[in-house]
């Protein structure tokens, strides 16, 4: 086993697969559109929404690239809805959230991946970060190095790297043919991010809990000066009612519907095992996920055991300077785990 290096506060541990943590079962992904962009290796968003399955389309024959993930079938069923019809793409979504608490809802971290491979190399909360390192035998550990974030890590300034923060939020979309699996609502958007985390600390307030409150998953546009004042595309919820109190009706109903069922309804505490402090939640995303958050190469084959940490020795651009703007949104990751009243008002844009 590769030996730590004593100035760089690492520590490692093998992979224990005795006690890994567990999630609900995500039968699809929601996330927003996206394109190439006007520069090789740029994602440019598009104005909609896609549902993907978990599986890929059929591989092109002759080409050497990863398939895309296949649509998901509830894709079309959601593409018959008015707004969706006037606007021709996928626009809303009616959801429910699988949670009756926020800080279960939505998460935040950052993860590196292999750019080649699609290997998951490292995932970190802007404070902590767990890696893979590989020995000589190709025996694979988890280092627990510091994080600073994307823009001001070492790591994740080496060719063969890429490392951004992904936002999940956990959601049924109204509808679907299983109540025992979820969708996963993804995105590398920071803004997308303040504006869910907050809504649901609000949703949660007001309701009494997140369960069975109707909403919807909306498109909106925002634009700065980080965007050359071009506009970018982002997530929102809406109460899907006429009001809050038609809501609130529909919510109570629903809620006391399934306590005279006998059916146990909050399964909060079922998963209440923190995924960001599992070794193993590290492999849980096939990268064909995420990619579109990268803005890279589409992995051209499966990860094998040599491209973890030592894939990405040869080719760094240097030392990333240590007062970045990455600074702010490594703070932002961090305090997106921690339970502070405070925690988005503090939060920079």
């Not at 005795?18 to 699809?28: R, V």
Request: proline letters at 6%; hydrophobic letters at 40%; aromatic letters at 6%.
């Amino acid at each position: 086993m590769d030996e730590a290096d004593p100035d760089s506060h690492e520590s490692e541990q093998a992979m224990n697969l005795t006690t890994p943590s567990i999630t609900p079962f995500a039968q699809g992904i929601i996330k927003v559109d996206s394109e190439e962009g006007a520069f090789p290796g740029t994602i440019k968003t598009k104005p909609s929404m896609v549902v993907c399955a978990r599986h890929h389309q059929a591989a092109a024959e002759g080409s050497m690239d990863a398939p895309k993930l296949a649509a998901h079938p509830i894709q079309d069923t959601l593409l018959a809805a008015d707004a969706n019809k006037q606007a021709g793409a996928l626009v809303e979504i009616p959801v429910r959230i699988f949670f009756n608490r926020p800080d279960k809802s939505i998460s935040l971290q950052y993860k590196a991946y292999a750019t080649d491979t699609g290997a998951p190399l490292c995932t970190g909360d802007g404070k902590d970060a767990s890696r893979i390192t590989v020995a000589g035998d190709n025996t694979q550990t988890l280092s627990s190095v510091p994080c600073p974030g994307a823009e001001a890590c070492t790591f994740a300034q080496q060719s063969g790297v890429a490392c951004r923060r992904q936002m999940k939020m956990t959601v049924q979309i109204d509808g679907q043919d299983d109540p025992l699996s979820v969708f996963e609502v993804r995105s590398s958007s920071l803004n997308s991010y303040r504006a869910l985390a907050a809504q649901l600390k609000i949703l949660h307030l007001r309701f009494g809990g997140l369960r069975h409150v109707p909403l919807k998953l909306q498109m909106w546009q925002a634009s700065n000066t980080a965007s050359q004042y071009e506009a970018f595309n982002l997530l929102r919820l809406c109460i899907a009612a006429p009001s809050e109190a038609e809501a609130m009706k529909q919510a109570k109903a629903a809620r006391d519907q399934a306590e005279a069922d006998g059916l146990v309804d909050v399964m909060d505490e079922l998963f209440e095992g923190s995924v960001s402090s599992d070794p193993m939640a590290l492999f849980s995303d096939d990268f064909q996920l995420v990619s579109d958050f990268y803005g890279v190469e589409q992995p051209t084959r499966r990860r094998t055991s040599d491209n973890a940490q030592t894939v990405a020795t040869s080719g760094k651009r240097g030392p990333a300077p240590a007062d970045t703007a990455g600074n702010l949104i490594a703070d932002a990751v961090r305090m997106a785990g921690a339970a502070r009243p405070a925690e988005l008002e503090s939060m920079q844009a």
